[in-house]
């Protein structure tokens, strides 16, 4: 990642106004299908921003690791998890996704929400412990303009579609799955 590319999302995350995050609720792409996630195990939330995602991981159950390029939203990503009383369950870090996934354990659970970089789809798969959920959530084409960062119709079927889909959709900008890493091969 280019230092301009850090200086563009703490920038983001330092003028960002509005409600006070929703913890409560799991990311917007994934409302409707929480009963997916698992409520005990380890969590890494890729590009986790000021750490919505990973904060409600942590309020479910899960132990969870948040990385993401802005320390700005790290710092905010500490302060959420300080405030909803789920400190001890988190850990948020500093990484640049642009040279992978950090070294780390397998997860449970693994969420990407509304960051696309194929270089991490193998790594994000390798990541997850058998039978372990993986949440992407992407902008894309399907019912918007292409653009530099929307992915383009079924990209995500490409990439996960090998693995036991849950649920997914693609509609309206954006592009969602939820699949497992089956127990057993099949």
């Known amino acids: ?16 106004e509005g409600p006070l995050a929703d913890v409560e609720n799991p990311p917007d792409a994934f409302r409707g299908v929480e009963h997916l996630f698992p409520t005990t195990g380890t969590a890494l939330d890729v590009a986790c921003g000021p750490g919505v995602g990973s904060v409600w ?60 970089g194929q270089n991490l789809v193998e790594p994000m798969i390798e990541r997850l412990a058998l039978g372990g959920v993986l949440a992407v959530a992407v902008l894309s084409e399907v019912g918007a303009e292409p653009g530099l960062f929307r992915a383009p119709p079924g990209e ?7 693995l036991e889909v849950l649920d997914q959709d693609e509609a309206d900008g954006r592009a969602w799955m939820v699949a497992r890493l089956p127990r057993v091969p099949r």
């Open 1 to 16: 990642m280019t230092r301009d590319d850090r200086d563009h999302w703490d920038a983001r995350y330092t003028d960002a």
């Open 57 to 116: 991981l942590a309020r479910r159950g899960l132990t969870v690791w948040g990385v993401d390029v802005s320390p700005i939203a790290i710092a905010s990503a500490n302060e959420l998890a300080d405030q909803h009383e789920v400190q001890g369950q988190c850990r948020f870090d500093v990484v640049d996704l642009d040279v992978g996934l950090p070294d780390g354990p397998l997860v449970d659970v693994l969420l990407c929400h509304l960051f696309r």
């Open 156 to 162: 995500l079927v490409a990439a996960f579609g090998h």
